[in-house]
C-alpha cells in the first residue's frame, strides 16, 4: 500500500473526537447514493416506456410498406415474391387502407379500414397478439354477414361488441337517385372479435376485415394498396428499403416504422436527455457535500499536514492524500446507489406495486428496463463529479505552508 493511501484510508476513519467530520462523510456517501439511485430508477423506467411503446407499434405496424405511385398494385403477389428474394426481408403480406364510416343502430364513427390476408398477416404483425375471443382467420371465413374485428375504443363508441352487426360505409362508389344524390356503398359486417393493442390512437380508429371484403367495399377488383414487410433487423429498415426499390425498379415508394414515428422517438429521446442532466444535479449537490467533507477534514488534519510536510511529503503527495478520500466517497456511494437502483428497478418490475390509472395512461404499470450502457453512463457521471469535486479542497491541502502551520504548536 502506498504512502498516500494508508494516510488517506486512515482519515476516513476518524477518531472520537473528530466524530462529526465521519458523519458527514456518511451523509456525503449517502447523497451520492441516492442521486444515483435517483438516476437508475427514473432512466430504467424512461428506457421501458420507449421499449413498451415501440414494441406496441411494431406489433400494430409492418416494418416497412411498399406502396405504388399510382395509388394501387395491381399484380401484388409478383411483387412480393420479387420483395422477399432482398437480403433481410423475412415475410411479406398484401394489405389495403382506407378511411371509412362505422354505422352500429344510431352510433356513427369514422374509422380506418384495414383490409389483411389473414393467413399472411400473422407473419408480418404480432396483431394476433392483441387480438380477443377470436384469431385473425374469422376474417376468412365464408360467413354471412363477414366478420370484423373492432378496436377496443372503437367498440364502445359504437356500442358493438363481439356478435353485433356494424355497417361499413364506403367512401368509394354508390347509387344515383333519381334526384342526382349519390347514396353511399354499405355492407354489412358481423363483429367477431375485439382487439387491444394498448395505444389509444389505434384502439379507436382502426377496423380489421379480410382483404377480399375490403376490395369490395373499396371497388378495387383484384388490387391492393401495398405490401408489408418483416424484416430481420428493425434498425436496418432504411437501408433494406433502399434494396427493395432497387430490387422493384421506378413506379414504387417506401415507408419504415421510423419514418411513421420519427417525430415521437425523437420527443422521447431528448425527455431522456433532459431527465439526465436534471438528475446530474442530484449528485451535484451530493458534490458538494464531498466539497465540504474535504474542507473539514483538511481544517481539522492542518497540523498533520504540517507535520508530513516537514518530514518530507510533498504537495503533490498531500493532494492525492485528500483527492483520495473524495473518490473513496463517490465511488462507494455509486456502488451503493447502483446496487439499491438494481434492487429497487427489480422490485417494480417483479411486483408492480406503483399503479397508474388505466383510464389516463395506456399501461396499468410502470415498465422497468436496466440497460448496461445507461448504468454505466451513470457509474461514470457520478465517479466524474465526484472527482471533480476532490480538486478545490485537496488544491487547497497542498499550498498549506508547514512553518505557519506550526509555529504556535
Known amino acids: 500500500m502506498s504512502f498516500e493511501v494508508f494516510v488517506g484510508l486512515r482519515y476516513l476513519r476518524a477518531r472520537r473526537k473528530q466524530a462529526f467530520i465521519s458523519v458527514i462523510t456518511f451523509i456525503s456517501i449517502a447523497g451520492v447514493m441516492l442521486g444515483v439511485m435517483a438516476m437508475m ?72 379500414l384495414r383490409g389483411i390476408d389473414p393467413s399472411r398477416a400473422g407473419r408480418v404483425v404480432e396483431l394476433e397478439k392483441s387480438v380477443k375471443d377470436t384469431d385473425l382467420r374469422a376474417l376468412g371465413g365464408p360467413d354471412v354477414p363477414p366478420g370484423i374485428i373492432l378496436g377496443k375504443e372503437l367498440s364502445r363508441l359504437l356500442m358493438a361488441f363481439t356478435g353485433d352487426e356494424v355497417y361499413v360505409v364506403s367512401p368509394v362508389g354508390g347509387s344515383l337517385t333519381p334526384m342526382g344524390a349519390r347514396i353511399p356503398y354499405m355492407k354489412k359486417f358481423r363483429v367477431v372479435g375485439l382487439f387491444d393493442s394498448g395505444m389509444y390512437d389505434y384502439d379507436t380508429s382502426f377496423a380489421y376485415v379480410s382483404i377480399e371484403s375490403a376490395r369490395q367495399i373499396l371497388r378495387l377488383g383484384q388490387s391492393v394498396h401495398g405490401i ?6 428493425i434498425y436496418s429498415v432504411t437501408k433494406i428499403s433502399r434494396s427493395v426499390l432497387d430490387r422493384l425498379g421506378t413506379g414504387y415508394w417506401t415507408q419504415d416504422w421510423m419514418e411513421m414515428n420519427k417525430n415521437f422517438f425523437s420527443a422521447l429521446k431528448l425527455e431522456k436527455i433532459v431527465m439526465f442532466i436534471i438528475l446530474v444535479l442530484i449528485i451535484l449537490v451530493a458534490a458538494f457535500n464531498i466539497i465540504s467533507t474535504l474542507i473539514m477534514m483538511v481544517m481539522e488534519k492542518t497540523k498533520d499536514i504540517a507535520i508530513l510536510k516537514s518530514m518530507g511529503a510533498t504537495s503533490k503527495s498531500v493532494m492525492k492524500i485528500f483527492m483520495l478520500d473524495g473518490l473513496v466517497i463517490g465511488v462507494v456511494g455509486t456502488i451503493f446507489g447502483i446496487m439499491g437502483g438494481s434492487v429497487l428497478c427489480f422490485l417494480l418490475k417483479r411486483y408492480e406495486f406503483v399503479k397508474l390509472p388505466s383510464d389516463v395512461y395506456y399501461i396499468s404499470t410502470l415498465p422497468v428496463r436496466v440497460q448496461v450502457f445507461d448504468v454505466a453512463l451513470i457509474a461514470l457521471s457520478a465517479i466524474a463529479i465526484s472527482f471533480l469535486a476532490t480538486l478545490y479542497p485537496s488544491y487547497q491541502a497542498s499550498r498549506l505552508d508547514p512553518a505557519a502551520a506550526i509555529r504556535y504548536e
Open 41 to 112: 430508477v427514473v432512466l430504467a423506467v424512461m428506457t421501458g416506456f420507449g421499449a413498451d411503446i415501440k414494441s406496441k407499434i411494431l406489433g400494430a405496424n409492418a416494418h416497412i410498406r411498399v406502396m405504388s405511385l399510382t395509388g394501387k398494385l395491381d399484380k401484388h403477389d409478383e411483387v412480393m415474391t420479387r420483395i422477399e428474394a432482398v437480403e433481410g426481408v423475412e415475410a411479406t403480406a398484401p394489405f389495403i387502407y382506407s378511411q371509412v364510416m362505422l354505422r352500429c343502430g344510431s352510433r356513427v364513427s369514422g374509422a380506418i
Open 228 to 233: 408489408e414487410v418483416k424484416v430481420d433487423d
